[in-house]
C-alpha cells in the first residue's frame, strides 16, 4: 500500500495541482458565457482540463526532461517534480489512459471543427516534450507551444459551444496568447545557467536573460493595450498587465551569469495568476450580467 500511495503521490505532484485552474478555467469559462447551460460537455471538459490535461502536459514533460531536472536546482517541489525512474513508465501510461476516456466524450459530443482544436491542443501537450519532437528545445516556437496550452482550451470551449467570431474575441484571444508567451518566456529566465550545461536551447538561451525579460513585458503590455478596444467590461482587464510587467521588471537587467535570481519574480508570478484569475472571474460575473 505504501508503494501505492507513493506512485499516486508522484503522479499528483507531477500533474502540478497549483496550475490545474490555468487550462480548466479557460475552457469553463468559454463554454458557460457562450451557451449558458450547465451541461455533460461542460462538466466532462472541465474535469478533463482540469486534471487528465495536465497530468499529460507535466508528466510527459517530467519523464522526457528527467536528466536535465536533476541538475535543475528548482526542480522537486511547486515548480516541477523529479519523478522517480520507476515512475516514468506509469506516469506515461496514466497520462494516456487517463485522457481517452474524456477524449471519447468530447468528440463524440462536438462536431468537426472542434475536433481540430482539440487535435492540435493534444498535439501541443505532446510535441513540448516528446522526443523527435521537443518543441520546448526550439527557441520561440517553444513560448508558442506553452501559450497554445493554456489557449487553447479555450478556443476549444468557444468552438465547441458554437460561438460567433466577432473582432472583440479575436483580440481577447490574441491578447491571452500573448499574455501565455510572456509567462513562458519569463519563466526560462530563471533557467538559463543549467538549460545552456544541459545543452537545451530556449528562448531565453538564445536571446539572454535581459532580453528575455524585456521581450516578456513587452508582450505583457502588448496583451493589455489589445483589451483596450474590446469594450466594457473587457477593456478594464487591460490593467491586469500591470502586476505581471510590475514582477518582472526588477530583472530587465539581469544577467546571464545571475539569472536564476529571476526566480523570485516567477514564484510571484504563481500567486498573481490566482488574484488575476479572481479579477478575471468578476470581469466575466459583469459581462454576462450586462448580457
Request: glycine content about 8%; overall charge positive; charged content about 10%.
Amino acid at each position: 500500500m505504501t508503494g501505492d500511495r507513493s506512485a499516486v503521490g508522484q503522479l499528483i505532484v507531477a500533474s502540478r495541482p497549483v496550475s490545474w485552474i490555468n487550462t480548466a478555467f479557460p475552457f469553463a469559462a468559454a463554454y458557460l458565457l457562450s451557451t449558458g447551460r450547465l451541461d455533460a460537455a461542460l462538466v466532462v471538459g472541465t474535469l478533463f482540463f482540469l486534471v487528465p490535461y495536465n497530468l499529460a502536459m507535466y508528466g510527459i514533460n517530467d519523464v522526457f526532461d528527467f536528466e536535465s531536472d536533476l541538475a535543475n536546482p528548482r526542480k522537486g517541489g511547486l515548480e516541477g517534480a523529479v519523478l522517480q525512474q520507476g515512475a516514468h513508465r506509469l506516469t506515461l501510461r496514466v497520462a494516456v489512459l487517463l485522457c481517452v476516456p474524456f477524449v471519447a466524450v468530447l468528440v463524440a459530443v462536438g462536431g468537426p471543427a472542434s475536433w481540430v482544436v482539440l487535435a492540435v491542443s493534444l498535439f501541443a501537450v505532446a510535441a513540448y516534450s516528446v522526443p523527435g519532437l521537443r518543441f520546448k528545445e526550439k527557441p520561440f516556437l517553444d513560448s508558442i507551444t506553452s501559450s497554445t496550452h493554456f489557449v487553447s482550451p479555450a478556443v476549444y470551449g468557444l468552438v465547441l459551444a458554437g460561438a460567433t467570431v466577432t473582432p472583440a474575441l479575436v483580440l481577447l484571444l490574441a491578447a491571452f496568447f500573448l499574455w501565455g508567451m510572456a509567462s513562458h518566456a519569463f519563466g526560462a529566465v530563471q533557467d538559463v545557467v543549467p538549460d545552456r550545461a544541459g545543452g537545451i536551447h530556449s528562448v531565453a538561451t538564445v536571446m539572454g536573460a535581459k532580453w528575455t525579460v524585456r521581450f516578456a513585458i513587452a508582450a505583457w503590455a502588448l496583451a493589455g493595450l489589445l483589451m483596450l478596444p474590446t469594450g466594457w467590461p473587457g477593456a478594464l482587464a487591460a490593467v491586469f498587465a500591470l502586476p505581471y510587467i510590475a514582477t518582472a521588471l526588477p530583472f530587465r537587467s539581469v544577467s546571464d551569469a545571475e539569472s536564476e535570481r529571476a526566480n523570485r519574480g516567477w514564484r510571484r508570478f504563481l500567486w498573481i495568476n490566482y488574484l488575476v484569475g479572481f479579477l478575471v472571474t468578476l470581469v466575466l460575473i459583469a459581462y454576462a450580467l450586462g448580457r
